[in-house]
Structure formats: structure tokens, C-alpha cells
């Protein structure tokens, strides 16, 4: 619990004096700078190196998803889901469709969930990989870990295009299941696969854990209290990081994940070092899922055999659903007037709400810290202009 | 785990007589029933929410608009459980969920609705009390044009500063051309012509 007199704001830059002192300098990051992860821009206000005011400005991306789902019919937003997380679009459509079945009460096959989890927890693993390479090039060492971490997302992305038939826009879920079963062998390939990677997490660990660097960029930088934290409605890896075991496998169960034997890692002090192990941590539990589900993986439908495909339509109501994504709750929020199309469809964006404390953490700070930060929070602007 | 709407709407009224606050009953299978709160009393209600440690609702966690031209289709979606008037004429709304992170419930429905959806668009801003409303509401405030009274900072967050609508509105008609810009381009070609004068 947090009182008022805890919340505090960042002036608004339309009404702070401070900001007219022309010592001051103003630079406007992005949106094309390398550093940003797509077109992000940050009008930060530095004296000297130090940062004394940032305001992110977004909306480059924007296409008014909403308003698009809202004009189409339940099903045909599904590929369109891809397309907000691109690095993730399976837990996209997860969430989606997990959301859509809560509007309609559908139930779910049990080998259906099975499938789910398993392409969840593989899209955490290609997250959590691309996350620590791309965290690498915002330090400097650009290149290098993240062709370490795409070698491994190309073999999981190749799983992925024998299942779904594409590499990245993968419009797998449906109301009730999923497009298709596992092809033939799929299951075997996967833990095939699986086997090789704890040995790559060694590897990956062993290069950038202990690199001198990595300690003095990352440790005791963009730290806040939890219950800022929790208030500013950051979740996922950023909270988990900051010693709140707050993750929605387990606080809200969604799935199948109440039948898998798996921790939650937190970290202590929730700066920028923490949020990047913490990662590498939720690596090796989705590891264990993995295995789990791909040892239990039960026979039966794919998809509930009463599923309607085509001329759905939900049941008046309204219902908000979530799934823990790579990069934090994932909800969506759906109101039906009984129709074909949603009367309101939203979507709850971990991305664009994790950046709601991005100031506090970087004021007082260095200019190199604020990209460091920014890299740390790991957005990806489809999902934060949607 | 769905929170017992009607015992938490109990305990608000004996903290807070003076709330105005209703249970409305969600028709669909999500079982996800809502309070409507008059905007007058919202954040007392959510601050009671937040720091009453029986229900300890710390995590907002989706803030968003809705636009109901027709009040009727609103009523039939969060359907009265006791006797209300019905409103006269369409209105805006704001959804919020909340979540308790330490005793795991969630969500709790929370709608606020305006008078009207022309001159009376203001609902008091949560920031005070929860800090993620904050980039939430400037995109509610963005496509639906709410105004947040007593929001910190309450600019344009996805479309652009220039832009005069507000495009989430059922009503919002989307112009021909987003593209079009009015460009110089005799004034250029004038000046291509001096800087290359024709052969003679």
C-alpha cells in the first residue's frame, strides 16, 4: 500500500519554468535513433549530461487498432494481433482469444491448452533472448549477442513456421483451441530442440553475467520502490525484478498453468541489472514447463468441437481477460452488444503502461543511463501505439 | 478470483455514506459485474478502494473509454440491479479494473459516466491515487475526449498535436485523405524553371 503523498509527478513540460533556462539543453531522441527500438521519441532536457526532464512521445505507429476491431468480426482481428507485438504475436493471440472466450464462455480442450502454453513459453523464450541481445547493442556491444540470441530464435521461429506456417504472423488461436494440431513429429522436434538450450543459456550467460561492463552500466541504475512500482501499474519481468512476485500464472490462473511444477524468480534491488537476470531466470522456469507439457501432452481435439469458425457471435456482456506476456499483462477488454463485430474491443498494452514511470527512473541520471533504461523496460512500439 | 461485488458495495457504503455508487450486473458469462460510481464521489471511492485493508485493491490496471451514443445499448451491457432512472441521452464512460496484488482478486469493474457527449465530457482524474492512469487517461482524453479534471499533464498522447477530433467516437468520420498537406508545388516549379531556363 502506497499513500498519496507518495505519488509524485514530473512537471509538465507545457508548465515548468525550470525548463526556460537556456543552459539547459534539449534534445529530442528519436524517432529514428538506433537506440530507441523502433519510433519512440523522447524529448529529454539535459543539464550537462544529467537528465532534468523526459517526456516520451509516441503515436508514430498508430492505426487505430481499436477502431479497426471494432468495424470487422471477432475472428478477422485475430491475425491483426500479430501485429501488435510482433516479437510475441502467439501470446498476442492467446490473450485475444483467451478474452473472447471469457465474453462467451467457450471452453477449451485440455491438448488445446496444452499447445498454448507450449507456443507461449517458446515466444517467452525468443523474448527473453532478443531482449538480453538487443540490451547488449543499447550498451554499445551492438552486433554480437543478439546474433547469439536470433541463432536461437531462427530454431524456435522454424518450429513455429511447421505449426502455424509462418515464421511471425502466426493467427494460430481460434475461439475455442487452436487453427491446427501439432503436425506430425512437431512434439519431438521441439524437445529435441529444448535439450540444446540450457546449453546456450550457459553459454550466454557465461559471455555477459560477469562482464565488467554489464556490472558498471546496469547495477543500482533506474531503481524504484515496489509499491511505486505497483502503483504506476508496471507488471511483468520490470515488477518481478523489483521483489514483488507478481506473476499472472500464478495470481490469477489462467490455463493449464495451475498443473506445472515452476518458480517465480524475483530480484532484489529492481534496477536495470535485475531486470535483465530476472529474465534469464524466467528462461530456465519456461524451460521447465516446456518439458513438462511436452512430456504430458495429452490426445484428444485440438479445438472444441462445437467451436463456431465462421458468423460468431458473443453473447451480450463484457469481459476483461489477461495473460502474462514476455513483457507483462496482456489483457484485453471486449463489450458486446450481442453482435457480429465487438461493440468495444481495448487492449491492455504492457508496453505503453510500463512506460508510465520511465521519468522517474531516469531523472537525476545520465543520458547513456536513460537508453539503458528505455532498453530494460523492453517495449516494442507496435503494441505501445497499437 | 471475481471479487463479490454487492459485499464490496456494502462495506463502501458504511466507510463512505455519502458515495454514490450501484451495482450493475454484467448479462454475459464472464460474471464480471461492475459499480457505477458518480464521477463526484470516484476517487474517494477508489482511494477506499486502494487503502481499505480488506479489499486492498493496489493494481489499476486497465483504464479505458467507451462511447454510447445510445444509452439503452449501455444499460443493456451493465444491466440495473436496483431501481434507477434510466439516462436521457447518450454519454461517454470510463471502465476501470483494478486488481489486488497482495490478496489476488481482480478485476473490479469500475464505470464512471458523463452527463452528456457534447459539452459535459469531464470525470475527475485518478492519478492522485493510482499512478497508472496516467498515460491511460491522455489516450482515453486523445480518442474519445473525455477531459480528465485535475490530470497532471493531459496532452494528445497518439494522434497529433494538430489533431482536432476524436477518432474513437462512434460518430467519428475518417477524412478522405489523412495524408493531404498543402504543398508549394507551383511556387517550386517556378523556381525550377529560373534555375534552369529553356534552351532558346
Keep these: 500500500m502506497i499513500p498519496d503523498s507518495a505519488i509524485s509527478f514530473p512537471p509538465s513540460p507545457n508548465a515548468n519554468p525550470a525548463l526556460d533556462d537556456d543552459q539547459l539543453l534539449h534534445v529530442s531522441l528519436g524517432p529514428q535513433h538506433p537506440s530507441t527500438h523502433g519510433v519512440f521519441r523522447m524529448n529529454v532536457v539535459l543539464d550537462g549530461e544529467t537528465v532534468v526532464s523526459l517526456k516520451p512521445v509516441f503515436g508514430y505507429l498508430h492505426r487505430n487498432h481499436e477502431k479497426i476491431a471494432e468495424g470487422s468480426t471477432y475472428l478477422s482481428s485475430m491475425p491483426f494481433t500479430d501485429r501488435l507485438d510482433y516479437i ?10 483467451h478474452a473472447v472466450e471469457k465474453l462467451a464462455g467457450i471452453e477449451v480442450p485440455e491438448r488445446a491448452e496444452y499447445i498454448r502454453v507450449i507456443t507461449a513459453e517458446l515466444t517467452r523464450l525468443i523474448n527473453h533472448t532478443a531482449f538480453a541481445g538487443f540490451f547488449m547493442g543499447d550498451m554499445g556491444a551492438w552486433g554480437s549477442a543478439l546474433m547469439y540470441a536470433f541463432r536461437e530464435r531462427e530454431l524456435i521461429l522454424d518450429l513455429f513456421e511447421d505449426l ?8 494460430f488461436m481460434r475461439f475455442g483451441g487452436c487453427r491446427n494440431d501439432l503436425p506430425d513429429g512437431w512434439a519431438d522436434r521441439a524437445k529435441k530442440y529444448l535439450a540444446t538450450f540450457p546449453a546456450f543459456l550457459d553459454e550466454l550467460e557465461k559471455f555477459l553475467i560477469g562482464n565488467e561492463i554489464l556490472l558498471a552500466r546496469t547495477q543500482d541504475i533506474g531503481a524504484l520502490p515496489a509499491a ?4 504506476g501499474g508496471i507488471t511483468g519481468p520490470m515488477l518481478r525484478a523489483a521483489g514483488v512476485a507478481y506473476d499472472l500464472r500464478k495470481a490469477r490462473p489462467y490455463g493449464i498453468y495451475d498443473r506445472f511444477k515452476f518458480r517465480i524468480p524475483i530480484g532484489e534491488k529492481g534496477d536495470c541489472y535485475d531486470r535483465f537476470m530476472i529474465r534469464f531466470l524466467e528462461m530456465r522456469e519456461s524451460l521447465a514447463i516446456l518439458n513438462q507439457a511436452l512430456d504430458q501432452l495429452p490426445a484428444g481435439e485440438y479445438i472444441h468441437p462445437k467451436a463456431k469458425i465462421r458468423g460468431f457471435k458473443a453473447p451480450a456482456g463484457e469481459a476483461y481477460a489477461a495473460i502474462e506476456g514476455p513483457k507483462g499483462e496482456l489483457g484485453f477488454h471486449l463489450i458486446s452488444d450481442g453482435t457480429f463485430t465487438p461493440y ?30 528505455l532498453g530494460s523496460v523492453d517495449i516494442v512500439l507496435g503494441e505501445v501505439d497499437r | 478470483m471475481t471479487p463479490d461485488v454487492s459485499a464490496i458495495l456494502t462495506r463502501l457504503r458504511e466507510a463512505l455514506p455519502d458515495a454514490m455508487a450501484a451495482h450493475r450486473r454484467n448479462p454475459g458469462p464472464s460474471g464480471q459485474d461492475s459499480l457505477l460510481v458518480a464521477p463526484e464521489s470516484l476517487v474517494a471511492v477508489c482511494r477506499f478502494l486502494r487503502d481499505d485493508p480488506a479489499l486492498a485493491f493496489d493494481l489499476l490496471t486497465n483504464l479505458t473509454g467507451v462511447d454510447w451514443p445510445d444509452p439503452a445499448k449501455a444499460e443493456a451491457v451493465a444491466v440495473p440491479v436496483e431501481e434507477t432512472a434510466a439516462p436521457a441521452c447518450g454519454f461517454l464512460e470510463t471502465v476501470y479494473h483494478l486488481y489486488s496484488t497482495t490478496r489476488r482478486e481482480g478485476p473490479l469493474v469500475l464505470r464512471c459516466r458523463t452527463a452528456d457527449r457534447a459539452e459535459n465530457v469531464a470525470i475527475p482524474s485518478v492519478v492522485a491515487v493510482y499512478r497508472s492512469a496516467e498515460l491511460q487517461e491522455r489516450e482515453v482524453y486523445d480518442l474519445f475526449g473525455i477531459v480528465f479534471t485535475g490530470h497532471p499533464d493531459l496532452r494528445r498522447i497518439l494522434m497529433w498535436d494538430e489533431f482536432t477530433d476524436h477518432p474513437m467516437r462512434k460518430d467519428y468520420v475518417a477524412p478522405d485523405d489523412y495524408e493531404y498537406e498543402p504543398t508549394p508545388h507551383d511556387e517550386v516549379l517556378e523556381k525550377a524553371k529560373r534555375h534552369y531556363p529553356a534552351a532558346p
Design chain 1, 344 to 373: 468495444r474491443y481495448r487492449i491492455r498494452p504492457p508496453s505503453f503502461i510500463n512506460l508510465t514511470l520511465l521519468e522517474d527512473m531516469c531523472l537525476g541520471l545520465d543520458l547513456a543511463d536513460v537508453v539503458l533504461i
Design chain 1, 164 to 171: 502455424t506456417g509462418a515464421r511471425m504472423m502466426s493467427n
Design chain 1, 228 to 231: 511505486t512500482l505497483v502503483n
Design chain 1, 88 to 97: 510475441c504475436p502467439l501470446t498476442n493471440n492467446w490473450a485475444y482469444a
